[in-house]
Antibody
């Protein structure tokens, strides 16, 4: 069964740092392109960023509100993706979801865009408050 | 302000057909696929169907999607009480190089 499990959420003060993890199972992680999506309390969904597979360059892309503060990385030996969050602001308070695209069908850019974000974790909550 | 525009709310009675709209631009919906998500209270979003019309287990074929130009819509037929949820549209945006979402539509079954 394809599964994503996030961890590492918690309470942090403004200006602080936190690292989230996303443990994957049930598919070939090192071929998968992965995303982070967040949802502030009572608000809609917001894409945070993505990391491509190392085969496809391992590059990252970020949404404007987090660029320069957040870093996505992956450890394929542990089937785990990370989100390093620095210089946290109160507006970063949200549930953070790990997602992936089309891993039931294949890997690479075609599957990423054709199948969309079709696997989601349960989310981990980050609260930024003094 | 979301890049994709959805009505904040929609409603219907059991058995009715409800349509939720999603409006975008040529950099997202106009040139890319559109996806629809259902989010029940306190749970993670769930993709309703993919471009092959395949559905996760438990998602009935009462849910269907369509696209025309830079707009898309989600139709729910034979409305049931368990369909009460938040619905989001999403698409890749070529200009922003990222996924964009609608602000979400809260569906109420009267």
């Amino acid at each position: 069964e394809v599964q994503l499990v996030e961890s590492g959420g918690g309470l942090v003060k403004p200006g602080g740092s936190l690292r989230l993890s996303c443990a994957a199972s049930g598919f070939i992680f090192n071929n998968a392109w992965m995303n982070w999506v967040r949802q502030a309390p009572g608000k809609g969904l917001e894409w945070v960023g993505r990391i491509k597979s190392k085969t496809d360059g391992g590059t990252t892309d970020y949404a404007a509100p987090v660029k320069g503060r957040f870093t996505i990385s992956r450890d394929d030996s542990k089937d785990t993706m990370y989100l390093q969050m620095n210089s946290l602001k109160t507006e970063d308070t949200a549930v953070y979801y790990c997602t992936t695209n089309g891993v039931h069908y294949g890997s690479g850019s075609y599957y990423y865009y054709y199948y969309g974000m079709d696997v989601w974790g349960q989310g981990t909550t980050v609260t930024v408050s003094s | 302000q979301s890049v994709l525009t959805q009505p904040p709310s929609a409603s219907g009675t059991p058995g009715q057909r409800v349509i939720i709209s999603c409006s975008g631009s040529s950099s997202n919906i106009g040139n890319n696929y559109v996806f629809w998500y259902q989010q029940l209270p306190g749970t993670a979003p769930k993709l309703l169907f993919n471009n092959n019309n395949q559905r996760p287990s438990g998602v009935p074929d009462r849910f269907s999607g369509s696209k025309s130009g830079t707009s898309a819509s989600l139709a729910i037929s034979g409305l049931r009480s368990e369909d009460e949820a938040d619905y989001y549209c999403a698409s890749w945006d070529d200009s922003l190089s990222g996924w964009v979402f609608g602000g979400g539509t809260k569906l109420t079954v009267l």
